[in-house]
T-cell receptor, first 115, second 109 residues
Framework: NAGVMQNPRHLVRRRGQEARLRCSPM?????VYWYRQLPEEGLKFMVY????????ESGMPKERFSAEFPKEGPSILRIQQVVRGDSAAYFC?????????????FGDGTRLSIL | DAKTTQPPSMDCAEGRAANLPCNHS???????VYWYRQIHSQGPQYIIH???NNETNEMASLIITEDRKSSTLILPHATLRDTAVYYC??????????FGKGTHLIIQP
């Protein structure tokens, strides 16, 4: 999974705090996807972004969750006022384009634990 | 809901070929079949993808039926390090991928 960098690898927050997860895509990739994986479950798509634009946020919870991918710097997934149910692994993937034949490449994720 | 169906688990002897099936009967014409695997605590690793022709790379081979309703991932000489959860998923354009629960492949020594 070299290339897509996520940090931190592990994040512990208390209920009510904010969590900020960062993702730097592979070099040359301008498309970023965020996924969430609950224990013993498959990955669930959350949001798809290009530079400075949210393209598809159909998988994002309606409240407390937001994502951005600024012109400069990494993509950020922000979770406000975290609750125990937010505990999960959050993965970021990137691709060079939106063409069907371009695979997404994943980072090693951020494990979020809510106390 | 996932648009693919996979067996929950499979065993394979080390050194033998591992054949992992996937059903995707509702696949649309422009959707590719993608395979990923996930080893515990790591992110999904891309393996291979195809549209309608069979594909081969250094990791695996992908066989897609002529009607595209199912496919098989082949690991030609499985090793213990191939023990992982293998996901078959469909991708089309800019959509996020939909993952089911995959197949837990266990390579036996």
């Amino acid at each position: 999974n070299a290339g897509v960098m996520q940090n931190p690898r592990h994040l512990v927050r208390r209920r009510g705090q904010e969590a900020r997860l960062r993702c730097s895509p592979m070099k040359g990739h301008s498309h970023v996807y965020w996924y969430r994986q609950l224990p013993e479950e498959g990955l669930k798509f959350m949001v798809y972004l290009q530079k400075e634009n949210i393209i598809d946020e159909s998988g994002m919870p309606k409240e407390r969750f937001s994502a951005e991918f600024p012109k400069e710097g990494p993509s950020i997934l922000r979770i406000q006022q975290v609750v125990r149910g937010d505990s999960a692994a959050y993965f970021c993937a990137s691709s060079p384009s939106a063409y069907s034949n371009q695979p997404q490449h994943f980072g090693d994720g951020t494990r979020l634990s809510i106390l | 809901d996932a648009k693919t169906t996979q067996p929950p688990s499979m065993d394979c002897a080390e050194g033998r070929a591992a054949n992992l099936p996937c059903n995707h009967s509702t696949i649309s014409g422009n959707e590719y079949v993608y395979w990923y695997r996930q080893i515990h605590s790591q992110g999904p690793q891309y393996i291979i993808h195809g549209l309608k022709n069979n594909e081969t790379n250094e990791m695996a081979s992908l066989i897609i039926t002529e009607d595209r309703k199912s496919s098989t991932l082949i690991l030609p000489h499985a090793t213990l390090r191939d023990t992982a959860v293998y996901y078959c998923t469909l991708g089309g354009g800019a959509d996020g991928l939909t993952f089911g629960k995959g197949t837990h492949l266990i390579i036996q020594p």
